[in-house]
Every structure is written in C-alpha cells, then in structure tokens.
C-alpha cells in the first residue's frame, strides 16, 4: 500500500518550452502532496506543499509563475514547469502523506526533466 | 534553525561491518525523524523513522539511537551488505507541520 507514481519517469524538451509532472496516489487519498527538486549528488529540497482544492504554498526562492502546482483532486497533483530553461534541468520528485496518517511521507519514483 | 546537518558526507564499510550516519538538528519543535534510502535516478525510500519519546527504535539490522538533551539522531545498519549501497538521507519535521527538513546526505558504499 500506499503507492505514489510520477508521470513521465524522464522527459527532455526545448527551451522556452512548458512541461508537465503528474503525480500520483495509487492506493491511497492524499490530503498533501509535496513537490521537491534534486540536483546531482544533492539533497532534496522543498518546492511546494498543496492541498486539495486549494492554492499550493511556495518555498522561499521559488517562483510560482514559472513551477505551476494544480492539485486537482485527493489523488492527483501536477507541476508544470513553464518557459522551460537548461537551469530547470533537474529530479523532481512528489510526496504525498495519507489522509489519515500525520506525517509519513511516500515519495514517486521522480521525474528526469533535461531541458536543451 | 531549520537545518539538518548530516555526516559523513561520504561513508565506506566492509560487508558485515556496521555503517553508522550522524545527524544534528537545532529546532526543537521537530518532533518526527525519519531516514530515508534513495537509489540512484529513484526517489527516496522511507527507512525508519523515530519520535522523541523513545530513545531507540530497531527493525531488523537498522536502529536509529536518538539523544533528545544533545538533538542528535543516528542510523546503525548492522550486517552492512552490497545491497545496502546507496545515499541515506536523515529528515525531520515538526508534528502537523508536514514539511521535512533534510539532511545533506551520505553515499554508503558497502565494499565487499
């Protein structure tokens, strides 16, 4: 149980061009989901954190017009990377904790975005 | 205050041998400290976790020892083997707050 994917696994597109993440609870209703990026050999950092129905909460640094976060329903959230750059090149990897569980986080299996 | 300090950076272990991995925090609002496992191109896997109520907490050859007075946690693997080559990232969270704060991360490499 308690199964989070990520759609597309890996994903190279052009400059100036938008992309979207999907990701996924599988087996479970999502009251938060978490959106992370990780460069090579670094840590996880934190992006956003949403909730169902409404306006995800950015981290500080982080542009909310460039990483657009839609969590449209208790299974489903996206991120779309808009007016894509190589510096956007990079894991981003979701999480999701369980409705009725407080913090345990499960995480997808991340997203390979390479932008040329 | 938020931060997460982890070491090694980087850790080597003879197969059998035991890997220990350090890691310190300043908050003392977090109260939820998990490890996660993460496979290169994968994404993290949660480990163990502890809170602060107990001082250690074990499932099969991993304990995390947790000193609450020096805001310390740790993560023994025991029986150290090949397939336990990964990075280990220690994380931690303040009850109802959700968010994790991470560590910056240890590459074990179990040799044998």
């Known amino acids: 149980g308690a199964v989070v994917s990520q759609h597309p696994s890996w994903v190279i597109c052009k400059s100036g061009t938008s992309v979207k993440i999907e990701c996924r609870s599988l087996?479970?209703?999502?009251?938060?989901m978490f959106w992370y990026r990780q460069f090579p050999k670094q840590s996880l950092m934190l992006m956003a954190t949403s909730n169902e129905g409404s306006k995800a909460t950015y981290e500080q640094g982080v542009e909310k017009d460039k990483f657009l976060i839609n969590h449209a329903s208790l299974t489903l959230s996206t991120l779309t990377v808009t007016s894509a750059h190589p510096e956007d090149s990079s894991f981003y990897i979701c999480?999701?904790?369980?409705?009725?569980?407080?913090?345990?986080?499960?995480f997808g299996p991340g997203t390979r975005l390479t932008v040329l | 205050q938020q931060q997460v300090k982890q070491s090694p950076q980087s850790l080597i272990v003879q197969k059998g041998g035991i890997s220990i991995i350090n890691c310190a925090y300043e908050?003392?609002?977090?109260?939820?400290f998990p490890w996660y496992q993460q496979f290169p191109g994968k994404g993290p896997a949660l480990l163990i976790a502890i809170r602060p109520d107990v001082s250690e907490k074990k499932e099969g050859r991993f304990t995390i020892s947790f000193n609450k007075s020096a805001k310390q946690f740790s993560l023994h693997i025991m029986d150290s083997q090949p397939g336990d080559s990964a990075t280990y990232f220690c994380?931690?969270?303040?009850?109802?707050?959700?968010?994790?704060?991470f560590g910056t991360g240890t590459r074990l490499t179990i040799i044998p």
């Open positions: 908050n003392t609002a977090f109260d939820y």
């Open positions: 087996d479970f209703q999502a009251t938060t």
């Open positions: 999480s999701a904790t369980r409705v009725w569980r407080g913090d345990e986080q499960f």
């Open positions: 994380a931690a969270s303040n009850f109802g707050n959700e968010k994790l704060t």
